[in-house]
């Protein structure tokens, strides 16, 4: 499914008007090195289901997510399919050392990315240490995701999970929409169940169990915690 492209020009305002500048790559940068960056990057649309890059693929580009959610997942040698993250607004991808994608992107629902061709982006960034620090930070911030990803995988009750997962997200979403304590799931219940390497029946039956239970109300497009200390007390278990 080929995705359709508008490509931003020196006079598409797109870097000033940008919902996403404060906590995306091009924040470190000034009002004169913006102008030359807006030449860099092009706009990407994509619908839901549309991959944006595929794991093993020659890195070409890297891109900064504009709008919408993006789902990151590997494929294991049976068939499987392992989502090590979820990428929202503000999100860099395609940075690697092997010159390959490690993973594979693609849409939940329709999102926007910002793409920059990976040659002209390497020589801007060059000179200019200040948006070097800015890659770095983004780059510890996705390992500290990673590590987060590790220990909920190590934990034990699908309970415990979930409960970890849903306070994950709420921090996520709280940096781009302010605290709430209902949390967006645009995600299927297929996409969690893969996250936390659970099936699909044990994460349903967990959001069942948790709303019989009181803690979470299940509503549409996400959950309610009811309970938010209760919640907590299950991810800290």
Known sequence: MK???????????FCSDCAVR?????????????????????????????TVFSEEDISTSFYNLLEGVMRLYKLLPDGRRQIVGFALPGDFLGMNVSGRHNFSADA????????????????FIEDRAHLLR???????????????????????????????FLLGWRERSFALKGRSDTVPLPMSRQDI???????????????TKLERH????????????????????????
């Open 3 to 13: 995705p359709s492209l508008v490509t931003i020009g020196p006079n598409g305002h």
């Open 22 to 50: 404060e906590s995306a790559v091009c924040s470190s940068l000034d009002a004169v090195e913006l102008r030359e960056f807006e030449h860099l990057g092009r706009r990407v649309r994509l619908g839901s289901g549309e």
């Open 108 to 123: 939940i629902g329709a999102v926007t990315v910002c793409q920059f061709a990976k040659t002209p982006f390497g020589r």
């Open 134 to 164: 800015r890659i770095n930070e983004l780059a510890i911030r996705e390992l500290d995701h990673a590590r987060d990803h590790m220990v909920l995988l190590g934990r034990r009750s699908a309970d415990e999970k979930v409960a970890a």
């Open 193 to 207: 169940a893969d996250y936390l390497g659970l099936t699909i029946e044990t994460v349903s039956r967990t959001f």
């Open 214 to 237: 009181g803690v979470i109300e299940i509503i549409h497009g996400g959950i309610r915690l009811l309970d938010p200390a209760r919640v907590e007390a299950l991810a800290a278990a």
